[in-house]
């Protein structure tokens, strides 16, 4: 009988009785080519599988050249940055000797400077929490504390531009599994995007929210707002979108990639609501110190398992041609009779 599944035959396998035994009943032909084609899909499944985990592992490997090319080449521009932004402090205490107009160039140049010096840091960052070699090892922490930390953090330029940042914040503590600096970049960068792209006299506020199983953390603002299109986008790695106002401000398009990333790792998730005029919501939900104990532990099983099952597989063969192209459909091989009663 073939082993094969739809017009693909990976093999044969022959059943044989004694001579004055019974011939085969159309029953006992119709199970063996059953019997062949069951084999068939377990062949052609074991295979894609293992072509699936040879491409992760190709992705991941990719994932982390590229990691550590961004944090090479950002280390390789800090320290020449660093020297020019040392000799820009030296011109400005000699300013005093300096021809008019010198002023003027050193601004321009102190303003470059700076915004390379904020380009490298959200590279070091990104390059960081996209670290798939990086240890992960999350401690119970107050995200009240992280959330008050942050307000101080940008109370005083708010305040600059006329604007506040509002908290609102449950008397009991709020407790997630999580590392502190990365939370920290979390709600930082939301807090920041939100004062950045909204204008003066408005109000940035958090509120924080929790419930048995999930920990949620809303970041309202009242700025220019995001279109559908970009909504779709805005989490992706250097995405900037085209609207002229939104590239006035300038930035890396790193900022919400980094939030997209931390929130992931953490198992959590963000979304974002958003009307163009009106202003944005940014939300993050973590689950709880319970739940995500929970995951983790049910996740460690289900990663012994599939060891104690991949130490026991045994090895296919390589040498099917064809052999998952034809009769597939989303949910694996298809389950189509062989063709050919006597194939």
């Not at 009240?144 to 101080?152: A, F, I, P």
């Not at 700025?223 to 299109?229: E, F, R």
């Not at 929130?263 to 009106?278: C, D, N, Q």
Request: aromatic share 4%.
């Amino acid at each position: 009988m073939p082993i094969g599944v739809g017009r693909t035959c990976l093999g044969s396998l022959a059943l044989t009785r004694s001579p004055g035994d019974p011939t085969w009943s159309d029953v006992e032909r119709s199970t063996a080519l059953d019997v062949g084609h069951d084999l068939g899909h377990a062949i052609l499944n074991a295979r894609a599988h293992r072509r699936e985990r040879e491409l992760l592992t190709e992705l991941r490997e990719l994932d982390a050249y590229k990691s550590g090319l961004i944090a090479t080449v950002s280390h390789e521009l800090r320290n020449p940055l660093s020297a020019v932004a040392g000799h820009l402090e030296i011109l400005r205490s000699m300013r005093d000797a300096m021809p008019d107009g010198t002023d003027r160039s050193l601004a321009a140049m102190e303003r470059g400077t700076s915004r390379l010096e904020r380009i490298i840091e959200d590279l070091l960052t990104f390059s960081k929490v996209g670290d798939p070699g990086r240890v992960f090892a999350p401690a119970v922490i107050d995200l009240r504390e992280v959330v008050r930390d942050v307000r101080e953090l940008h109370d005083l330029p708010a305040r600059r531009r006329r604007q506040r940042v509002e908290v609102e914040l449950p008397d009991s503590p709020v407790l997630v599994r999580g590392l502190t600096g990365d939370l920290d970049t979390v709600v930082s960068n939301l807090v920041g995007n939100a004062l950045k792209y909204s204008g003066e006299g408005t109000v940035v506020r958090l509120v924080l929210t929790q419930d048995a199983r999930e920990v949620a953390l809303t970041c309202t603002d009242q700025g220019l707002g995001i279109s559908p299109a970009d909504q779709r986008a805005v989490f992706g790695e250097f995405f900037r979108s085209a609207d002229p106002a939104v590239r006035r401000q300038g930035g890396t398009g790193l900022g919400l990639a980094i939030v997209g990333r931390i929130v992931k790792r953490h198992r959590g998730r963000v979304t974002v609501t958003s009307e163009i005029g009106v202003g944005s919501t940014f939300r993050v939900v973590l689950p709880s110190v319970e739940e995500f104990e929970r995951a983790a532990a049910e996740a460690a099983f289900e990663a012994d398992l599939v060891a104690q099952v991949r130490g026991a597989h045994l090895d296919l063969p390589e040498d099917g041609q064809d052999d998952d192209r034809d009769d597939r459909d989303d949910d694996g091989p298809a389950r189509a009779p062989l063709a050919g009663s006597g194939t």
